[in-house]
């Protein structure tokens, strides 16, 4: 929804999901790179920002994220303090944000709207028109629900 939006907004986009044997249990990544200018190479060594899941996401990336750069932390997962005092951190109980709306599996849509509230990327408006327009037919009945997700998240500060 990031790389497809962002392309909607006319930024350059490149998107790298990783599928390997981590899916099982350890940790799965995705790398998202946006911006206004032509992408040299899609692969990035310390990110601007890092979206933490879970506790195995945490522990592997949150030493690269570069300084300035913000860290999401998914406080429902995570029972560690970050160690960083050199970045934004966001910290916000996702899993149960998710479920107070009605809909658990609306994690992912918390997360990015904590990240959008805190990172100039895009406004979250444009993620919502975003959703609008890339999100299945078959999927529209969660439209309202993700939506409502993404602004939730947008609420929490670092």
């Not at 805190?118 to 999927?139: F, T």
Request: glycine share 10%; aromatic share 4%; net charge negative.
């Amino acid at each position: 929804l990031l790389a497809y939006t962002a392309m909607d907004e006319g930024k350059a986009v490149t998107w790298i999901p990783s599928y390997g044997p981590e899916m099982r249990g350890g940790t799965a990544n995705c790398t998202v790179v946006v911006s206004d200018e032509e992408i040299g190479s899609p692969f990035v060594k310390n990110p601007t920002a890092v979206l933490a899941m879970n506790l195995p996401s945490l522990d592997k990336f949150e030493h690269l994220v570069a300084p300035g750069g913000v860290l999401v932390v998914n406080s429902s997962m995570v029972d560690r303090v970050v160690e960083r005092d050199d970045i934004k951190v966001v910290s916000l109980p996702a899993n149960d944000i998710a479920e107070e709306l009605g809909s658990g599996r609306s994690v992912n849509m918390v997360m990015l709207g904590a990240l959008l509230g805190n990172l100039d990327l895009l406004p979250v408006a444009a993620l919502e028109k975003g959703l609008e327009g890339h999100l299945p037919e078959r999927h529209k009945q969660f439209l309202e629900g993700n939506i409502k997700a993404l602004r939730k998240g947008a609420e929490y500060k670092a």
